[in-house]
C-alpha cells in the first residue's frame, strides 16, 4: 500500500511539472524585418512562454537578435518602454501593444476595418501618422506601413 502511495505522489508530481508547461510555444520562422532602424532577413524561432514573448533570430547558426515582449521590450538585452520602442523602431507610436500583436498573428486596433479571408484576415488601416496594410493567412504574416516605410514578413515554417 505503501508503494503504491509513492507511486502516486510521483505521478502527481510529473504531472504538475507538465501542465506548468503547456503555455510554451515554439515555432521556427522566417523573417524579414525592414526599416530605417533594423534591416534583416534570417530564420529564427517565435517563443511565448506564459506572459512573454521572445523572437530569437540567427545569421550563419549564431543568435545575433533576440526580442523580448513583456511589460516591457527588450532589444538584445536593452530594455524599452513599448511606446518608446515603437517610436525608436516604426518611426510611430502606435499602441502599445502593436509588435505583440503582429507577433501573435492578432487584429490590429481590436479589429479595425477587419475583413476576413479563407484562411485569416487583412486590414487596410489609414490615418495621418500612418497607412498600414497587414494580412495574417495560415503560415504568413505580412505587415507593411506605407508612411513609416515599415515591412515585417514573417513565414511559418514546417
Given amino acids: 500500500m505503501k508503494k503504491v502511495f509513492v507511486f502516486f505522489l510521483i505521478l502527481l508530481f510529473f504531472?504538475?511539472?507538465?501542465?506548468?508547461?503547456?503555455?510554451?510555444f515554439s515555432q521556427s520562422i522566417a523573417i524579414t524585418i525592414n526599416s530605417?532602424?533594423?534591416?534583416?532577413?534570417?530564420?529564427?524561432?517565435l517563443i511565448k512562454e506564459n506572459q512573454a514573448l521572445n523572437l530569437e533570430v540567427y545569421h550563419l547558426g549564431q543568435a545575433f537578435f533576440n526580442l523580448k515582449i513583456?511589460?516591457?521590450?527588450c532589444?538584445?538585452?536593452?530594455?524599452?518602454?513599448?511606446?518608446?520602442?515603437?517610436?525608436?523602431f516604426f518611426k510611430n507610436e502606435y499602441y502599445d501593444d502593436i509588435l505583440s500583436d503582429i507577433l501573435?498573428?492578432?487584429?490590429?486596433?481590436?479589429?479595425?476595418?477587419?475583413?476576413?479571408?479563407?484562411?485569416g484576415?487583412?486590414?487596410?488601416?489609414?490615418?495621418k501618422n500612418y497607412e498600414i496594410?497587414?494580412?495574417?493567412?495560415?503560415?504568413?504574416?505580412i505587415f507593411f506601413d506605407k508612411v513609416s516605410r515599415i515591412?515585417?514578413?514573417l513565414n511559418y515554417q514546417g
Fill in 15 to 24: 504531472d504538475a511539472c507538465a501542465i506548468k508547461n503547456q503555455n510554451n
Fill in 36 to 45: 530605417p532602424f533594423l534591416k534583416m532577413s534570417d530564420f529564427g524561432f
Fill in 70 to 73: 513583456k511589460d516591457k521590450i
Fill in 75 to 88: 532589444l538584445n538585452a536593452v530594455c524599452y518602454d513599448k511606446r518608446v520602442f515603437n517610436k525608436k
Fill in 104 to 119: 501573435n498573428a492578432k487584429p490590429l486596433w481590436q479589429g479595425k476595418k477587419i475583413q476576413k479571408t479563407t484562411d
Fill in 121 to 127: 484576415f487583412k486590414q487596410n488601416l489609414k490615418a
Fill in 133 to 141: 496594410f497587414y494580412e495574417v493567412s495560415k503560415n504568413k504574416i
Fill in 151 to 153: 515591412k515585417i514578413i
